[in-house]
């Protein structure tokens, strides 16, 4: 699993669609994995959902890359 390409993915469909970015507001793990349409671990869901965050927050180049580093 591409994790960097899995954030990039589920960041693109919450900013084009709105009831999915208030559906990650509510629910950021559920939506993560109905946006991902695979089955992450739990150990990895917790720094993905960070990830999806910090992409949506702005801070891209920055905060996901860490995030990605620490996952290997």
Known sequence: MDIKATIDS???KIKGDPKIADKFQ???EKTVEEVAGV???DGMMDKVV???KTALA???AGG???KIK???
């Open 10 to 12: 589920i960041v693109k």
């Open 26 to 28: 509510k629910d950021p």
């Open 39 to 41: 089955d992450i671990p």
């Open 50 to 52: 960070d990830g999806v």
């Open 58 to 60: 702005g801070d891209k």
């Open 64 to 66: 996901v890359v860490d």
């Open 70 to 72: 620490n996952l290997f």
